[in-house]
């Protein structure tokens, strides 16, 4: 009886653990964006009523005047080091490349595998940064601006979505997934306030409407 005993207990073990296998295998983790948390709706409304309007310039852009993907540790640069971030068990070679992880892009709800289906998304492009006031900045800072960990600047979302963004701004393109917009907005509102930045008049009331539903 006890030999027996123990072999029902084996068995029983045994389905458990199949069953928590299965169950792992239908409801695979999830790695989510750890873009730095934007400032709060009610701050970002306090930060976009003191944003100057005005009309914007593309005179004279060009994306080399933002030097960006700097080293930033070791051999690791910027775009590496939002991936290692943002992804859920990034494995990295000896230069850093990431050659295995998952990432959860927050723009269209879709989970990666490869880092090469990522790019990383200046949430406030750098066309856009040019146009409301970079123009004027020295090069060393349009580079702070285009590397910076600090703010909510820059994430790792689907290569494709990132590209049809290009350098739009909240008037004429969101996130398709609804339930990060206010995220979105926020840190687009605190990224310009830190950096002096200004709005034009559609891009403010795009923002204000979204704020208010935040």
Not at 83 to 93: A, I, N, P, Q
Request: aromatic share 10%; with cysteine.
């Amino acid at each position: 009886m006890p030999k027996l005993y123990a072999r029902r207990r084996l068995s029983i073990l045994a389905a458990f653990t199949g069953l928590i296998a299965s169950a792992t295998l239908l409801n695979p983790p999830t790695a989510s964006a750890a873009l730095p948390t934007p400032v709060s709706a009610a701050t970002a409304r306090t930060y976009l009523a003191s944003l100057t309007v005005a009309a914007e310039n593309r005179t004279g852009y060009s994306r080399d005047l933002f030097p960006h993907w700097i080293t930033v540790s070791g051999t690791c640069n910027t775009r590496e080091t939002v991936l290692k971030r943002d992804g859920s068990g990034v494995v990295t070679d000896s230069s850093c490349a990431a050659t295995s992880g998952s990432w959860y892009s927050p723009y269209d709800g879709a989970t990666w595998t490869a880092a090469s289906d990522l790019d990383i998304d200046h949430l406030v492009p750098l066309a856009e940064a040019w146009d409301s006031g970079a123009s004027a900045w020295t090069t060393s800072r349009r580079q702070s601006f285009a590397n910076d960990l600090t703010r909510p600047q820059l994430i790792a979302v689907t290569d494709n979505v990132n590209q049809a963004k290009g350098d739009q701004d909240p008037a004429t393109w969101m996130p398709s997934v609804s339930s990060y917009r206010c995220t979105y907005v926020r840190a687009w509102v605190q990224v310009k306030y830190y950096y002096g930045l200004s709005v034009d008049s559609a891009e403010k009331s795009a923002l204000s409407g979204y704020l208010n539903n935040c």
